[in-house]
């Protein structure tokens, strides 16, 4: 219980502290570009057309919302995580408690770092981050709506009370899972990838006799978690976008923003225009080829 309290308290800081970026990157990602290209250089030292990065975008934002603007959508955040950590914690103590499920089957507990190890493992953790998306979804719809206000300057989602109300109101139960299913897919995906590349690294590129074995497994399972997390981000994109598609905000309607029937027509959209990796990146944004700014949607065609 102590430990989960604690996992409660260190992730609601880490969330007070990252949320103007996530903030920042929703907007992105919904496509608002408020700020026209200007031109700057490449990592080469190219002139390029380029878009505001992290930090011009959040000086935009402070100009027009005070500094407190940064943290539009973060009560909803913080319930969250909150109740995302502790169903992740309960579920997972449950599932290392009955050692189920072990898909390679046998009696005998498999030996650790062994591919059996490493699917019985990643199994139970993908249990238990499912459970805590599933049951946290509904306040992550609400964040993410309070911060697409700042598109239309609405007042619509204006606390966590108030919203469930409105979306409950609006769209009944199913409102508070738009945008689950791409959301879960990237979660296991992502989980899957990262630590079966991890396993395969680990024991193909790793000897056991080298010296700071330790420390390059650590390295290794960050870097096969950012490129696993680079592979699923689509889905991740296409979960905020249906999160917030036709709620009744205007970064979420015509003109704006296209209405999509499913996720998978939100995401052939998407592979369409070529906007699968929008957001992905806040430093050195480049100027989407072949589109044009428009000045008075702020945004481009």
């Given at each position: 219980?102590?430990?989960?309290?604690?996992?409660?308290?260190?992730?609601?800081?880490?969330?007070?502290?990252?949320?103007?970026?996530?903030?920042?990157?929703?907007?992105?990602?919904?496509?608002?570009?408020?700020?026209?290209?200007?031109?700057?250089?490449?990592?080469?030292?190219?002139?390029?057309?380029?878009?505001?990065?992290?930090?011009?975008?959040?000086?935009?934002?402070?100009?027009?919302?005070?500094?407190?603007?940064?943290?539009?959508?973060?009560?909803p955040r913080l319930c969250a995580g909150a109740i995302g950590t502790v169903v992740?914690?309960?579920?997972?103590?449950?599932?290392?408690?009955?050692?189920?499920?072990?898909?390679?089957?046998?009696?005998?507990?498999?030996?650790?770092?062994?591919?059996?190890?490493?699917?019985?493992?990643?199994?139970?953790?993908?249990?238990?981050?499912?459970?805590?998306?599933?049951?946290?979804?509904?306040?992550?719809?609400?964040?993410?709506?309070?911060?697409?206000?700042?598109?239309?300057?609405?007042?619509?989602?204006?606390?966590?009370?108030?919203?469930?109300?409105?979306?409950?109101?609006?769209?009944?139960?199913?409102?508070?899972?738009?945008?689950?299913?791409?959301?879960?897919?990237?979660?296991?995906?992502?989980?899957?990838?990262?630590?079966?590349?991890?396993?395969?690294?680990?024991?193909?590129?790793?000897?056991?006799?080298?010296?700071?074995?330790?420390?390059?497994?650590?390295?290794?399972?960050?870097?096969?978690?950012?490129?696993?997390?680079?592979?699923?981000?689509?889905?991740?994109?296409?979960?905020?976008?249906?999160?917030?598609?036709?709620?009744?905000?205007?970064?979420?309607?015509?003109?704006?923003?296209?209405?999509?029937?499913?996720?998978?027509?939100?995401?052939?959209?998407?592979?369409?225009?070529?906007?699968?990796?929008?957001?992905?990146?806040?430093?050195?944004?480049?100027?989407?080829?072949?589109?044009t700014y428009a000045f008075d949607q702020k945004r481009f065609f």
């Amino acid at each position: 219980m102590a430990d989960t309290f604690g996992q409660v308290v260190l992730g609601a800081g880490l969330t007070v502290l990252s949320h103007p970026l996530m903030y920042i990157k929703v907007l992105i990602q919904v496509g608002h570009e408020p700020l026209p290209p200007t031109l700057g250089r490449n990592l080469f030292g190219r002139q390029v057309q380029q878009l505001p990065g992290l930090f011009a975008y959040a000086k935009h934002i402070i100009k027009i919302d005070g500094r407190s603007g940064l943290y539009n959508g973060l009560g909803p955040r913080l319930c969250a995580g909150a109740i995302g950590t502790v169903v992740h914690s309960n579920v997972l103590q449950k599932c290392q408690e009955k050692g189920k499920p072990q898909l390679l089957g046998g009696q005998q507990k498999p030996a650790e770092g062994s591919l059996e190890h490493v699917v019985n493992e990643t199994t139970k953790e993908m249990i238990a981050r499912s459970c805590a998306s599933i049951v946290t979804h509904p306040f992550h719809v609400i964040t993410l709506r309070c911060m697409v206000q700042f598109i239309g300057r609405e007042t619509k989602y204006s606390g966590v009370f108030s919203s469930i109300v409105t979306v409950y109101r609006e769209e009944g139960v199913w409102g508070f899972f738009a945008g689950l299913i791409p959301r879960l897919l990237a979660d296991i995906l992502s989980l899957w990838i990262c630590n079966l590349l991890a396993h395969a690294f680990n024991t193909y590129a790793i000897d056991d006799s080298m010296s700071h074995t330790g420390e390059i497994k650590n390295c290794s399972q960050a870097v096969t978690g950012f490129f696993a997390s680079m592979l699923t981000y689509p889905f991740l994109l296409v979960s905020h976008l249906m999160a917030v598609n036709n709620c009744g905000l205007a970064g979420g309607l015509p003109p704006y923003a296209s209405v999509y029937p499913t996720w998978v027509d939100c995401w052939r959209h998407l592979s369409r225009e070529g906007n699968m990796g929008r957001g992905n990146s806040l430093f050195f944004r480049k100027l989407p080829a072949g589109k044009t700014y428009a000045f008075d949607q702020k945004r481009f065609f």
